[in-house]
Structures are given as C-alpha cells and as structure tokens.
C-alpha cells in the first residue's frame, strides 16, 4: 500500500503542491525534509528531530498518543504517519476535520527504508530528491558493510529503560533485532514478538555479551554505574566486562535516510 486518503481521494492521487503537512513520524519528516519541504511542515511529533531544525516546529504529541484538537488547532491541509501509529479514532476525527490522512507501511530492512523514500515522494512529490537520497543510503550501506563485523555474532540485549521503573527488553519483530543482525550481531532474546518487562531471571538467562540502551535510556539509569546495580545485570558477560553501548533512538530504530549510518556506528561500537 502506498496511501491511505482517509478522504476518499485517490490513493494515487498526489498530495498538491505548497500544502500544510502536519508530519506524526520522525523517519517520515527527515524524508519530507531530504525531499525539500521542511518549509511545508508546520508541526510534527516528538520523535520529529532530525534534521535539527525540525526541533522548532510545533510539536502535537507523540505520535502513539496524539489527540485531534493539537491538530486541527494548527490547521493543515494534510496530516501524514505510518498506518501502525495512528489509532483509528484519530483517523476519524480528522476525517470529520476535512484533513487529508496520508499514511505509509514501514519495514524495517534496507529495502523497506529505499521502498519508503519512494513512496513518500510519489506522494508529496522531489522524485530527483528521492533519486539522491536512495544513492547516499546506498553508499552508506556499503561503507556499513565494510566495517570490520566480529565473526562470532555477539549476543546483544536491547533494553528501553525510562528509570528503573520502566524497562523493557526488545524481541522478534522489532527495528532493534533487525539493525542488530545488520549491524553483525544477534539478539540476545528470542521467541516473543515486541517488548516485553524485563525480569533478572532472563536477563541472567540470555547472558547477552553486549547490551544496548538508547542514550536516554542509559542517562535515565544514571549512567553505567546505574545499569550495574539493576538486578541480574552484574551477572552477565555484558556486565562482568562493562560492554554497554548507547546511541541515539531515531537513529537506531529510524530505518531512515541514515539507515547506513545507523548501521556503521553501532558496527564500530561492536568492534
């Protein structure tokens, strides 16, 4: 699917030009910006930081829990995402709004990231913009995949943390298995779709060799120091050997324009 035109306008009907787009997707405003028009974008989601002057549009919310008035008050032609972020309810009140709802499929591979560019163009239009952007992704990728990757696939553990009350560890199905395995690595935790709580037994149990934190996440545990004190971590190969790597969230989990990029870091950081 390319769009949705919650609307009823033709799904491959183009999005006019010089249209007031509210973006609820980080991945989806660099690619609206990669294609030139930053300037149609009058308000995004949180996740919507990058570029970094997208930081000063208005912000509606986070892209899972947005509420129609934020939106309507900013008055857009068009509100664009992806189909798995906005709740129905949302696509309805908008609807009723008179807003177009453009919406995109995302998966999480190269090809999902070269597949996405194009359909946000066919959509928004900057088809030579698009042409661009898939060359730098390319050549990224292969620079990527000349870093030299380990051999023995190190069994790596994602963990969202937001404060020790709040942690989670990431499964099957996730961006963060797949730029794991990208990367030259292996998740640590198998057979469960998504996230799930983490407990010290399992933790204890995977034995990961390495684990990864978004940088807010391991700043919301007070550093690495933080990350040893949560139960069962101490106890294993990552922890005996302080093997924790950080990054920036949308850079790991975009499955973006920087996708490459995303890929060549934490390939280093294997090192």
């Known amino acids: ?40 974008i009058i308000g995004t989601d949180v996740t919507s930081n990058y570029p970094e002057s997208l930081k000063s549009k208005p912000k509606v919310g986070h892209n899972r829990n947005i509420s129609a008035e934020g939106i309507i008050a900013l008055q857009p032609d068009v509100v664009t995402g992806l189909t798995t972020e906005i709740k129905p309810e949302l696509a309805a009140q908008l609807k009723t709004a008179g807003i177009k709802l453009v919406l995109f499929t995302q ?12 359909d946000v163009a066919a959509s928004f239009g900057g088809q030579q913009q698009a042409a661009g952007m898939i060359k730098k992704l390319d050549t990224d990728l292969a620079a990527a995949n000349k870093v030299n990757k ?13 404060g020790t009350g709040t ?35 399992a933790l204890v149990a995977a034995n990961p060799d390495v684990i990864l934190l978004f940088s807010s996440g391991m700043e919301s ?25 950080t990054m920036d969230g949308e850079l790991l989990t975009g499955f973006g324009p920087r996708l490459g990029q995303a890929v060549a870091q934490l390939s280093q950081k294997l090192k």
Request: aromatic fraction near 6%.
């Open 1 to 40: 699917m390319l769009a949705v035109f919650v609307t009823g306008t033709k799904a491959s009907e183009q999005v006019p030009a010089n249209q007031k787009i509210i973006s609820l997707n980080g991945t989806v405003s660099e690619i609206l910006a990669g294609l030139g028009l930053e300037h149609n």
């Open 107 to 118: 998966e999480f591979s190269a090809d999902g990231t070269r597949k996405l560019i194009k």
């Open 167 to 201: 942690m989670m560890v990431a499964g099957d199905n996730t961006p963060l298995t797949k730029i794991i395995q990208l990367a030259g690595g292996q998740n640590a935790v198998t057979g469960f779709n998504d996230y799930k709580p983490l407990t010290s037994e």
């Open 221 to 245: 545990l007070g550093g690495a120091a933080g990350l040893l004190n949560v139960q069962g971590v101490s106890q294993t190969n990552a922890g005996k050997n302080k093997k924790f790597i």
């Open 150 to 162: 380990t051999t023995n696939k190190p069994k790596i553990l994602f963990i969202y943390a937001r």
